[in-house]
């Protein structure tokens, strides 16, 4: 594990409770936790090259449609063909086994990643280019939207930036869920809420591997410096600390969560308290 940066951890608490968060920004920042290699100046070049992207989409648009209003569909159907079809960006399944795939600067270069991490670049290309766009977090999938609730088209960038129909979407969320598609599954996921869910898949990254504790600890210790957190990660952290053997810590943590606790569930506390004793006595 590389040493931690307290600058950047403080430019990323900052930027997530600011009043509008740089959802680009916050994803670069979480690539520079995983990759120490990534500096000021590779965050810059990754900036530049969303904002080539968005460049080249409004002069597309401008050659196709000079007088006409770019409807949802439209700014739909030119990032497919900018993105996806030019560019190559796009996902495999064999994407979900790498931790590049979740970092904004890698998947800008090698141009494959999740679905969240191609939608965030779908998001900041079109956003950048004057589009309503909006990310949307179907269980089990991530896409992006365009235009409003009432006049709403949404694109997976997974597959390249396909247009998705009603069917689509419905069979997206019955094959990940079991469930039909609410109308709340819909609605726009903020930045903050796009970051949670990038940090979320870091950690399910993590925890299938459990020699890459060091990364779910940095995702889990991101998490908490995003505003409304849970109070659970305190108790994740401290599993993490304990685990990687940093039992002192570890059990300052658990009695953390264990005072968050208290006031709903005081039997919880009191077993979260002996564990903490148990952290402690592994020290001798």
Same mark, same amino acid.
């Given at each position: ?7 950047? #951890? ?24 995983? %990759? ?61 086994? #790498? ?93 903050? %809420? ?17 020699? #890459? ?51 709903? %569930? ?19």
């Amino acid at each position: 594990m590389h040493p931690l940066s307290p600058e950047r #951890r403080r430019l990323f608490a900052d930027q997530a409770r600011s009043a509008r968060p740089d959802l680009a920004q916050l994803c670069l920042l979480i690539g520079a936790e995983a %990759d120490p290699d990534l500096d000021e100046a590779g965050m810059r070049a990754a900036r530049r090259i969303l904002d080539r992207l968005a460049e080249q989409l409004a002069e597309q648009l401008a050659e196709r449609l000079p007088d006409q209003a770019t409807g949802p569909r439209s700014w739909a159907l030119a990032l497919a063909e900018l993105l996806g079809q030019r560019y190559g960006f796009k996902g495999r399944p064999g994407d979900y086994q #790498r931790l590049q795939s979740v970092l904004l600067h890698e998947v800008l270069r090698r141009r494959r990643g999740l679905p969240i991490l191609l939608s965030v670049v779908w998001i900041e290309v079109a956003r950048r280019a004057g589009a309503p766009v909006h990310g949307v977090a179907l269980p089990g999938h991530f896409v992006v939207g365009f235009g409003t609730r009432d006049d709403q088209v949404l694109a997976n960038p997974f597959a390249g930036g396909d247009v998705l129909s009603r069917t689509d979407a419905e069979l997206m969320v019955a094959g990940a869920t079991g469930a039909p598609l609410a109308p709340s599954m819909l609605s726009p996921a903020g930045p903050l %809420d796009i970051v949670l869910r990038v940090l979320n898949n870091i950690r399910a990254w993590a925890a299938a591997r459990p020699e #890459r504790s060091d990364v779910a600890l940095w995702a889990v210790e991101l998490s908490l410096l995003l505003p409304a957190h849970s109070d659970r990660l305190h108790y994740d952290r401290a599993q993490l600390l304990v685990q990687r053997g940093d039992f002192l810590t570890g059990a300052l943590e658990i009695e953390t969560y264990a005072d968050a606790l208290a006031a709903s %569930d005081e039997a919880a506390a009191v077993r979260l308290r002996q564990e903490a004793h148990g952290a402690r006595a592994m020290l001798n």
